[in-house]
């Protein structure tokens, strides 16, 4: 079926820069919105960036100007540039999409198997 699969995960110094890849391969129809989530620890998953497929946007206000969430539609990849990074981004990320993996189905949602991204002081 469908999966994701995160990529581009690192440890970096605050101020520095992470891209993040997501790459949905499998039995996919149609997707709809793709997006990135992060749950750091001991804190609940939250969201931090989402597109959907006719490319509106919306960001934590966490992340809002650091951050930025685009699409390569044609490949099923969805990336996420990190800019001005903090201690406090420090979480696993990971992909999601909203997915109709075969003709007629349900929108279904998938998430991948989540990359660490730890930023240092």
Not at 96 to 120: C, H, K, L, M
Request: with cysteine; net charge positive; hydrophobic share 30%.
């Amino acid at each position: 079926q469908v999966q994701l699969v995160e990529s581009g995960g690192d440890l970096v110094q605050a101020g520095g820069s992470l891209r993040l890849s997501c790459a949905a391969s499998g039995s996919i129809f149609s997707i709809d919105a793709m997006g990135w989530h992060r749950q750091a620890p001991g804190k609940q998953r939250e969201l931090v960036a989402r597109m959907t497929s006719g490319g509106r946007t919306n960001y934590a206000d966490s992340v809002k100007g650091r951050f930025t969430i685009s699409r390569d539609n044609a490949k099923n990849t969805v990336y996420l540039q990190m800019n001005s990074l903090k201690p406090e981004d420090t979480a696993v990320y990971y992909c999601n999409a909203e997915v109709r993996p075969f003709r007629g189905s349900r929108w279904q949602d998938y998430w991948g198997q989540g990359t660490q991204v730890t930023v240092s002081s």
